[in-house]
T-cell receptor, first 109, second 115 residues
Framework: QKEVEQDPGPLSVPEGAIVSLNCTYS??????FMWYRQYSRKGPELLMY????GNKEDGRFTAQVDKSSKYISLFIRDSQPSDSATYLC?????????FGAGTRLTVKP | DTGVSQDPRHKITKRGQNVTFRCDPI?????LYWYRQTLGQGPEFLTY????????KSRLLSDRFSAERPKGSFSTLEIQRTEQGDSAMYLC?????????????FGPGTRLTVT
């Protein structure tokens, strides 16, 4: 079993839809929970991070962490074609970071 | 552009050849990380430097792989006797010293194809 599980998709939604992306994990020692966005042939870029359980909102993006269920989510409201990318969840403890496989999202105009 | 840069962006090599990749981190970032990403997977940690000291190496970093950061600035990753299974994107990231691991800034990667 992988430490971080993420449905690879692909996920295709119409413009304006609400997108829900999820990951589960097995290591309860993880402290920081991140979402990265990766465009084709580019390196990942950090979108949001959350420390411990709770919600965090940044514009159209909301990150949720439920440590009791070992489950994290990223919601994208009013999705745009420019949001089309692969979204990677990641979690870390100290300098040890683990990534999910990534979910490929396509937002159609 | 003051981001992390990697060179070359693409490398095609024949099995058995040696290859070397270079990473230039953001200036004043003293932490530097190497990752490998295969198609359809997330990045996997390979190794990590703080200044010139290599502090951690993954089990994924076999004896054929070696990384250096001689002056605490740029870093090189060398793969000797390449195998087809080495085909992947090799990503470099850097960060400031006193921040959690999540604040890593990634470069565009070097895509290696071993034929």
């Amino acid at each position: 079993q992988k430490e971080v599980e993420q449905d690879p998709g692909p996920l295709s939604v119409p413009e304006g839809a609400i997108v829900s992306l999820n990951c589960t994990y097995s290591n309860s020692a993880f402290q920081y929970f991140m979402w990265y966005r990766q465009y084709s042939r580019k390196g990942p870029e950090l979108l949001m991070y959350t420390y411990s359980s709770g919600n965090k909102e940044d514009g159209r993006f909301t990150a949720q962490v439920d440590k009791s269920s070992k489950y994290i989510s990223l919601f994208i409201r009013d999705s745009q074609p420019s949001d089309s990318a692969t979204y990677l969840c990641a979690m870390s403890r100290n300098n040890d970071m683990r990534f999910g496989a990534g979910t490929r999202l396509t937002v159609k105009p | 552009d003051t981001g992390v840069s990697q060179d070359p962006r693409h490398k095609i090599t024949k099995r058995g050849q040696n290859v070397t990749f270079r990473c230039d981190p953001i200036s004043e970032h003293n932490r530097l990380y190497w990752y490998r990403q295969t198609l359809g997977q997330g990045p996997e940690f390979l190794t990590y430097f703080q200044n010139e000291a290599q502090l951690e190496k993954s089990r994924l970093l076999s004896d054929r792989f070696s990384a250096e950061r001689p002056k605490g600035s740029f870093s090189t990753l060398e793969i000797q006797r390449t195998e087809q299974g080495d085909s992947a994107m090799y990503l470099c990231a850097s960060s400031f010293p006193a921040v959690p691991a999540y604040e890593q800034y990634f470069g565009p990667g070097t895509r290696l194809t071993v034929t």
